[in-house]
C-alpha cells in the first residue's frame, strides 16, 4: 500500500539522517544518476572516483576556500543565509539576475539525501533536512561530509579524489592555490576545473585567494565573537519576512 511505502521511505531517510552523523555517504542520489548518465551518453566514459578521509586529512586550505567562495557566513548562520535569501528573492521579484543562496549546510543536504531535479517539494524537503544535520550533525561533521561527497569533475566526488585526480596528491597537502582552484570548481564541476583552467577560473581563483586573504583561516569549532543581530535569523525569520514583503508590494 502506498503509506506503507511513505512511512518506510521517512523511516529509513530518518535513520540515515542519525546514521551520517558517525557514518560516510555509501553513495548519494547524485552519484547514482551521474553513474547512468556516463553509462547512457557514448561520449562519456564511466567513471567513479571517491575517497572517504576524516576532516583532520583535510588541508584547513580547502575549508577556507569553500567557504570564501560558497558561504562566507558558514559559521554564522543556522543553515540558511537569511541575508542572502532576501536579497536573491527581491531579484527574482524585480526580474533581475538571481544570485545563489544556497549555504554549505544546504548543498550537504541537497546532495547527502535528495536528487537535484527542480520542484518545490524538492526545496521543501532541503530545507527539513538543513534544519535538521545543523542541529544533528554541528559544523565540522556538515564540512566533513560536504567535502567527502560534493562533485569535483564528472565521476569525481569529494575533495581526496580530486586532489589525487588533478594535482597528484592528497586532499591534506592542498597548497593555498589548489584550494581555491577546488573551489572555484564546485559551482560548475562539469564545465570548469584545474585540467581546464580559462582565464575566467584564473580570474575566479584570485578572487578566492584574495577572499581567504581577507576572511583568514575558519575556525570550524566556535562561532565568530563578532556576531550581528542577523546572524540569529532562521528559515523560518525569511518566511515572515517574505510575507511581509508581498503585502507591501502588493499594495502598491
Not at 581563483?205 to 577572499?211: D, H, I, N, P, Q
Request: aromatic share 10%; charged share 30%.
Amino acid at each position: 500500500m502506498l503509506w506503507i511505502t511513505v512511512v518506510a521511505v521517512v523511516a529509513l531517510q530518518a535513520v540515515l539522517l542519525v546514521a551520517y552523523k558517525w557514518v560516510n555517504p555509501p553513495l548519494t542520489p547524485l552519484m547514482v544518476a551521474r553513474w547512468w548518465q556516463q553509462w547512457r551518453d557514448s561520449d562519456r566514459e564511466v567513471n567513479f572516483e571517491r575517497d572517504y578521509v576524516p576532516l583532520e586529512d583535510i588541508s584547513p586550505h580547502l575549508v577556507s576556500a569553500v567557504v570564501a567562495s560558497e558561504d562566507g557566513r558558514f559559521m554564522r548562520h543556522k543553515g540558511f543565509d537569511v541575508e542572502q535569501l532576501k536579497i536573491a528573492y527581491r531579484e527574482t521579484k524585480e526580474g533581475r539576475r538571481v544570485r545563489g543562496g544556497s549555504t554549505i549546510s544546504m548543498q550537504t543536504a541537497k546532495n547527502a539525501f535528495l536528487p537535484h531535479r527542480r520542484s518545490y517539494l524538492r526545496k521543501a524537503l532541503e530545507a527539513g533536512y538543513t534544519m535538521a544535520i545543523e542541529r544533528l550533525w554541528g559544523k565540522e561533521r556538515i564540512m566533513e561530509v560536504y567535502l567527502n561527497i560534493i562533485e569535483f569533475g564528472d565521476g569525481i566526488y569529494g575533495c581526496e579524489a580530486a586532489a589525487q585526480h588533478y594535482f597528484g596528491h592528497s586532499a591534506k597537502t592542498l597548497s593555498r592555490h589548489e584550494a581555491a582552484q577546488l573551489a572555484v570548481t564546485l559551482p560548475a564541476p562539469l564545465k570548469r576545473n584545474p585540467a581546464n583552467a580559462t582565464p575566467y577560473f584564473k580570474r575566479q581563483t584570485r578572487v578566492v585567494e584574495g577572499r581567504m586573504a581577507k576572511y583568514g583561516q575558519v575556525n570550524l569549532k566556535k562561532k565568530p565573537k563578532n556576531t550581528k543581530p542577523e546572524d540569529d535569523e532562521d528559515l523560518f525569520d525569511f518566511l515572515r519576512w517574505r510575507k511581509e514583503y508581498d503585502r507591501k508590494h502588493a499594495e502598491k
